[in-house]
């Protein structure tokens, strides 16, 4: 475990260095005429699972969320904080949908985000959030 996390700081370190630059603040906030995907929350965390480990989301096919973040365990400690909050990697303020176009962008390397009505954005979110949730309970204890 002690490994793991000393790896994970290492490749948030890195990230953070090699992907600070580059996202503007409009590609990672929802516009406000925007219209979330609307479905239960069950199907969604569902189908977020699934987008997880999809390396087909990445511009070269060889990334996906799960790479970096394979379980809950992989976070560092300000995923515990709610979102909006500072993220570190980002450099500002983000909700959790603009964490998710922030990875979508930067780490996976795709030139647009996610569409904001999509179900992708909707289900890796909703997703994103069960694994926050998972990770409060593993760090509290």
């Known amino acids: 475990m002690k490994k793991m996390k000393i790896k994970f700081i290492i490749a948030v370190a890195t990230m953070a260095f090699i992907y600070s630059c ?8 929802r516009p406000k005429d925007s219209k ?11 189908e977020g699972q699934k987008l997880w480990n999809d390396k087909s989301l990445s511009a070269g096919g060889n990334k996906a969320c799960g790479t970096c973040h394979p379980d809950a365990e992989t976070f560092g400690d300000g995923f515990a904080k709610p979102y909006p909050h500072k993220v570190n990697m980002v450099g500002h303020v983000v909700t959790v ?4 176009q922030y990875c979508i962008l930067k780490p996976m ?11 992708e954005l909707a289900a890796l979110t909703a997703y994103t959030l069960k694994l926050q949730k998972d990770f ?6």
């Not at 390397?109 to 179900?119: I, N």
């Not at 409060?136 to 204890?141: A, M, P, T, W």
């Open 97 to 100: 949908e603009g964490m998710v």
């Open 22 to 29: 580059g996202v503007g603040q409009d590609q990672i906030t």
């Open 136 to 141: 409060r309970k593993i760090s509290s204890k």
């Open 109 to 119: 390397g795709q030139k647009e985000p996610l569409a904001w009505d999509s179900k």
């Open 36 to 46: 979330k995907y609307s479905a239960g929350q069950a199907a969604l965390i569902m």
